[in-house]
């Protein structure tokens, strides 16, 4: 009885390292954001031109989505585009500019995987000195 406990063992501390050693390899096949321009809590001295955001792999433009919200409700903003150059980047031009105040950018989005992503973040224009 003692071996058989002890293969038991074995076969446990070997299931559980390897189940811990492939989590953080199947979390980095989801899609994530990396960077936003504006940065998340950045202080602006004027309005953005355009929300850019940085993911860690190519994200699904068909379904993807940006909403700027401030006190005044929500902002107009264009259509979701791809950059040219970088398969990863999507960026959303601001067709209004913003005014003072603090804004929530919220955007949701996929990877080819079809898992949906989304998250948020806010920065605040300045008022004009």
């Known amino acids: 009885m003692g071996k058989k406990i002890a293969a038991m063992l074995v076969v446990f501390v070997a299931a559980t390292v390897l189940a811990t050693s492939a989590a953080p390899a199947g979390a980095a096949l989801h899609l994530k954001l990396d960077k ?66 603090g804004y929530t950018v919220a955007w949701v989005t996929s990877s080819a995987d079809l898992h949906p992503v989304r998250g948020e973040f806010t920065f605040t224009v300045q008022a004009a000195r």
């Open 36 to 101: 936003s321009e504006p940065a998340a809590e950045q202080v602006l001295e004027a309005s953005p031109e355009k929300i850019v955001l940085y993911f860690s792999q190519r994200p699904e433009l068909a379904i993807s989505r940006v909403t700027i919200t401030g006190a005044e409700g929500e902002a107009k903003v264009g259509k979701v585009q791809r950059n040219e150059e970088n398969e990863t980047i999507l960026w959303a031009a601001v067709e209004e500019p913003l005014a003072a105040g």
